[in-house]
């Protein structure tokens, strides 16, 4: 059984799947907290968790334009010859909020509900520094694409990788980590060395970073090339998936969704009102300006209480947006219905229904996220 030395995981965790683990967190605990804590944290893996002895974990950086291949140890990286920095980001799959989208119309993948993401400080070292010392000229126009692998390997031996533009390898938030929230990188979330690119899909961090390579293409590893791509809507569960037409994700387009209370919870109607809680998140650096709320289907609407950190300003806002707003609940009716939308500083905004945006792999669905609540009298 090669899961048999997978990790003990927390209790509290939503398993989607066992083997591979796959897991998001419990939404309510998410919300009690601005950085979600390491042991609640989403786990998205595809394979087995590597056995990893970080005393003999090392990381390669080679391929084009690397005029000085390095082979770097763990210590290497912590040996302070690269500045230690932080960032504050959060990590969004792919297939989040996939369940919503499902129940619109079917799709396939794994059904998260609406917590596969998660907002951690990551600690490490700038790529960038790592790239500069291996020779990389940064106006190397021949570089498009910086590939990643990981530790974690299939039966053939083919293991995790994917890539991210040049110009995002060579951006200052770009890190290679060795902490989540001060802490030894977890098993599950990559230990000992994990690539953060703030802003962009999920599945470009990836975890138990063994190799940085520079190229004129992006990575050909299967989670670049056959997965993670939107089709458009004409394509339905049965057809022929041609990847090779399609572009790979990369940064994440604004989404919100309400955690608290839970979807169909009840109310007293001598309450007069419920108080809500969620996140709201964009990529790309994209800061949330605004989040609202609505009692009846988008007629109107209510702005939420907004708490980001303070340390990132909203073009560099790679962090997430927790929100807070209470709503008088709706005269007259024995259930009703909630919905929260986000707005980021480009004014983008969230469509109103998956069905603008259903794609036969559930990917990317931000549609107004919505929940039934009941009232007792
Ligand atoms: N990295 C490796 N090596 N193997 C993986 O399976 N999964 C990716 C990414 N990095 C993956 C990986 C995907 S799809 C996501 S969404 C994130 O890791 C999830 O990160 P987490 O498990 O720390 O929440
Ligand atoms: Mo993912």
Not at 72 to 92: A, P, Y
Not at 329 to 334: A, C, R, W, Y
């Amino acid at each position: 059984n090669p899961y048999a030395n997978d990790p003990e995981r927390h209790p509290a965790l939503l398993v989607n799947q066992e083997t591979p683990f796959n897991a998001e967190s419990p939404p309510s605990l998410m919300m009690d907290h601005y950085l979600t804590p390491n042991d609640i944290f989403f786990v998205r893996n595809h394979m087995p968790v590597p056995d990893v002895d970080a005393s003999k974990h090392r990381v390669k950086i080679e391929g084009l334009g690397v005029t000085k291949p390095l082979v770097l140890t763990v210590d290497d990286i912590k040996s302070g010859e690269f500045e230690e920095v932080s960032v504050t980001t959060v990590i969004q799959c792919g297939g989040n909020r996939r369940a919503d989208m499902n129940r619109f119309k079917k799709v396939q993948g794994l059904m998260w509900e609406g917590t596969a993401i998660g907002n951690a400080k990551w600690t490490g070292i700038r790529l960038r520094d790592v790239l500069l010392k291996a020779g990389v000229d940064p106006s190397d126009t021949r570089i498009k694409h910086v590939h990643f692998e990981g530790a974690d390997h299939d039966a053939s031996g083919a293991c995790y990788g994917g890539s991210v533009p040049f110009e995002k390898a060579m951006s200052p938030e770009t890190v290679i980590a060795y902490q989540m929230n001060g802490q030894p990188i977890p098993r599950d979330h990559g230990y000992p060395l994990r690539l953060i690119a703030p802003g962009i899909l999920g599945a470009r961090q990836v975890k138990w970073l063994v190799t940085v390579r520079p190229s004129d293409v992006e990575s050909p590893a299967h989670w670049q090339q056959k997965d993670y791509k939107v089709f458009p809507s004409s394509v339905q569960i049965g057809d022929p998936l041609d990847f090779s037409t399609v572009h790979s994700i990369n940064e994440y387009p604004v989404q919100s969704a309400i955690c608290v209370p839970a979807p169909n919870t009840k109310v007293e109607r001598s309450d007069g009102e419920v108080d809500l809680a969620g996140y709201a998140w964009s990529g790309g650096g994209r800061g949330i300006v605004r989040v609202e709320v609505s009692t009846d289907g988008g007629q109107t609407w209510q702005c939420a209480e907004l708490e980001q950190d303070p340390d990132q300003d909203v073009h560099h806002m790679w962090g997430w947006t927790l929100w807070r707003a209470t709503v008088p609940i709706p005269e007259g009716k024995e259930s009703f219905q909630v919905v929260c939308k986000a707005t980021d500083r480009a004014y983008n905004t969230q469509p109103e229904t998956p069905g603008a945006l259903w794609n036969v792999r559930g990917l990317l669905n931000t549609a107004w996220h919505r929940i039934n609540i009941q009232v007792i009298e």
